[in-house]
């Protein structure tokens, strides 16, 4: 394992944040790319995605072969209350979640980051695919934060 990895997933908040900087309320609920998620369902997805990842992480590290479930992201976007959770409190929690994972994660063994667990959708994963899965997950959604901020700062620029 990578322990240098270990300190990009750690650094996830701050890129989060950064992401999202200057953002109005009523940005993060426009729908500026149809068809896809706004960007407060990403912030949340996000949120929600870290939670369920420090669980799984530490099921791998702890536990014998353990059984990691996925879930239907887009049915948790879709619950109430999702459009009004603060954007700072979501982000405040990913970067907790990420920095408390972190402590447990530099002081495993090599040996932890071979153990493995059985996702019932993408099979077999080890610890150290996990903490480069969901840097890689953060990547990916802040890819598209980019661009749906693009479009919301020509729509500023616009008016």
Known sequence: MDRTRIEVYAGGG???RE?????SQAELLA???PGTWTLQQIAVHLMDSDLIASDRMKRIAAMDKPLIIGYDETAFNRLPGVNELALDDVIQSFDQNRQMTATILRRLTDEHYERWGIHNEAGKITLAEMVDNYIQHLDY???WVAKKVH???????AN
Do not use: C, P, Q, T
């Open 151 to 157: 479009v919301v700062a020509s729509l500023r620029d």
């Open 31 to 33: 729908d500026v790319i």
């Open 141 to 143: 959604h802040l890819e």
């Open 19 to 23: 992401a999202y900087a200057g953002l």
């Open 14 to 16: 701050a890129k989060f």
